[in-house]
């Protein structure tokens, strides 16, 4: 007997300056859907461009940073879509499939790319290595900002332009039409999880201009990349964005921006974390409320749920635990810091652990 529950919508976004865990989050969306409705298909699809890591923990306890793949690629069911408007660049893409496939991992046969998505040349990677993008603003350098500013004269390549480069990774495909069917039908209905890049204050036009991105990091913006919207959907309550933030943000090295109550991860008693691409130690800060409460405003606050990760970074008691009975005095006083609190839907604690709230924080 199939399942009364229609099609849904998915949206993870960072709601600080990224490295949120919105891999984790993700995942937990992706795996929620399945479990709410098993025949009801599966599809996880990524935007934005190799700049940014999502990491998960697949059930052997490997860690995997993806910067190409969408982290569905763990369901084996799962199909997999990278977005129009995504930046490819070929090596790490392929370096992903093929790591994910020695593994076990089946890639290719269900990997989507659309055609319209930009390439980024090993050009774009030099010419921002050669500039002081790195010592004026803490970019990365990975291409990104060089392939979209091709792309906006009009010169950039797009995977249809180069497709027998990228037909053997997987279907080369503008898939949105068939995405939407699966949304809008009723008597086969989908699951569309959409995982954004970078977080809130990381976007052109969050107030950090100009230490930010080349982009924007709210969930319309996501939306606008992946090509499908709520508008999709048959009722209006399948669809939700997932704002992930962290106890203690970060921003990455050097001259990245501001960073409200930054402090050091000695003095925090934690150890150092390093980005996930680059490598480089971040800087970190002390809770920012309004930081946060921006971002779930920006988002919707009637369809945004909150997701803190890292709980165990306040209480190491925490780590790895599942069910939770009383909240520790350290996570209950950041919690009552949480702007829109009573939309927090868990928090994290650990790489691949989480404590799903019923009950919401006042």
């Known amino acids: 007997m199939k399942s009364h529950l229609g099609s849904t919508l998915d949206v993870v976004v960072g709601g600080q300056f990224?490295?949120?865990?919105?891999?984790?989050?993700?995942?937990?969306?992706?795996?929620?859907?399945?479990?709410?409705?098993?025949?009801?298909?599966?599809?996880?699809m990524r935007v934005g461009g190799p700049n940014a890591?999502?990491?998960?923990?697949?059930?052997?306890?490997?860690?995997?940073?993806?910067?190409?793949?969408?982290?569905?690629?763990i369901e084996p069911a799962v199909a997999l879509y990278i977005a129009a408007g995504s930046e490819i660049d070929r090596s790490v893409l392929l370096q992903e499939i093929e790591d994910l496939e020695d593994a076990g991992y089946h890639i290719?046969?269900?990997?989507?790319?659309?055609?319209?998505?930009?390439?980024?040349?090993?050009?774009?990677?030099?010419?921002?290595?050669?500039?002081?993008?790195?010592?004026?603003l803490g970019s990365t350098a990975k291409g990104i900002g060089a392939a979209r500013a091709d792309r906006i004269w009009r010169v950039?390549?797009?995977?249809?332009?180069?497709?027998?480069?990228?037909?053997?990774?997987?279907?080369?495909?503008?898939?949105?039409?068939?995405?939407?069917?699966?949304?809008?039908?009723?008597?086969?209905?989908?699951?569309?999880?959409?995982?954004?890049?970078?977080?809130?204050?990381?976007?052109?036009?969050?107030g950090y201009y100009p230490q930010c991105t080349s982009g924007n990091a709210r969930a319309v913006d996501v939306l606008a990349q992946a090509g499908v919207g709520p508008w999709h959907?048959?009722?209006?309550?399948?669809?939700?964005?997932?704002?992930?933030?962290?106890?203690?943000?970060?921003?990455?090295?050097?001259?990245?921006?501001?960073?409200?109550?930054?402090?050091?991860?000695?003095q925090l008693g934690l150890e150092p974390e390093h980005t996930t691409v680059?490598?480089?130690?971040?800087?970190?800060?002390?809770?920012?409320?309004?930081?946060?409460?921006?971002?779930?405003?920006?988002?919707?606050?009637?369809?945004?749920?909150?997701?803190?990760?890292?709980?165990?970074?306040v209480a190491p008691e925490l780590a790895g635990v599942t069910t939770l009975d009383e909240v520790p005095p350290e996570l209950l006083a950041l919690l009552t810091q949480i702007p829109y609190r009573h939309r927090l839907a868990s928090f994290g604690t650990g790489p691949h652990t989480c404590v799903h709230l019923m009950l919401a924080f006042h």
């Open 18 to 44: 990224g490295s949120e865990a919105k891999g984790r989050v993700t995942l937990e969306q992706i795996r929620r859907r399945m479990y709410a409705n098993t025949e009801r298909p599966v599809h996880s």
């Open 53 to 73: 890591g999502h990491v998960v923990i697949d059930p052997t306890g490997r860690r995997w940073a993806m910067r190409q793949v969408p982290v569905g690629f």
């Open 108 to 136: 290719r046969e269900r990997l989507f790319i659309h055609p319209e998505a930009t390439v980024i040349d090993s050009q774009h990677i030099q010419r921002e290595a050669e500039s002081d993008l790195v010592q004026r």
């Open 156 to 206: 950039a390549d797009r995977v249809i332009d180069r497709v027998a480069e990228f037909a053997d990774l997987g279907m080369v495909e503008s898939f949105e039409p068939r995405l939407i069917r699966a949304i809008e039908s009723d008597a086969n209905p989908a699951a569309v999880v959409i995982e954004g890049t970078q977080g809130y204050g990381l976007g052109m036009h969050a």
């Open 233 to 266: 959907l048959r009722g209006p309550d399948g669809y939700a964005v997932h704002v992930v933030i962290r106890p203690f943000p970060i921003r990455v090295a050097g001259n990245s921006g501001e960073l409200s109550g930054e402090t050091s991860w000695d």
């Open 278 to 313: 680059t490598q480089k130690v971040r800087r970190v800060g002390r809770f920012d409320p309004e930081l946060v409460r921006a971002a779930v405003e920006a988002n919707g606050p009637r369809v945004s749920r909150l997701h803190l990760s890292m709980a165990d970074q």
